[in-house]
């Protein structure tokens, strides 16, 4: 019944830009926490980005390039991506919390657990 897809994904030169979209339908519970996170290959999922009604928490490596927002109806989420790096090459997803009742954004996102629906992701790739 729930569904998340992302889009926006590509191929950027380092330095550029991308953002980030991920469309959400069939909630039966609003969710509580949405979120970002990324995986390169080989390497373990990480949290990137989350957020709530109460405010938005970064992974280190991202603060200060990456803006996770959100519809008010909580059936969009983005993430703005600027100054990108090719460490930034991944594949990204979102995903939602509608199980939990505390809120996310003070939490540290890389190893963020609670996530109870996930999108199919959306590659990207930043040349250097």
């Known amino acids: 019944a729930e569904q998340l897809v992302e889009s926006g994904g590509g191929l950027v030169q380092a330095g550029g830009s991308l953002r980030l979209s991920c469309a959400a339908s069939?909630?039966?519970?609003?969710?509580?926490?949405l979120g970002w996170f990324r995986q390169a290959p080989g390497k373990e999922r990480e949290g990137v980005a989350l957020?709530?009604?109460?405010?938005?928490t970064y992974l280190d490596s991202v603060k200060g390039r990456f803006t996770i927002s959100m519809e008010n109806d909580k059936n969009r989420l983005y993430l703005q991506m600027n100054s990108l790096k090719p460490e930034d090459t991944a594949t990204y997803y979102c995903?939602?919390?509608?199980?939990?009742?505390?809120?996310?954004?003070?939490?540290?996102?890389?190893?963020?657990?609670?996530?109870?629906?996930w999108g199919k992701g959306t590659l990207v790739t930043i040349s250097s």
């Open positions: 995903a939602v919390d509608t199980v939990h009742t505390t809120w996310c954004s003070s939490a540290y996102p890389q190893h963020y657990t609670g996530m109870n629906y």
């Open positions: 069939g909630y039966t519970n609003s969710p509580y926490c």
């Open positions: 957020i709530d009604t109460a405010g938005e």
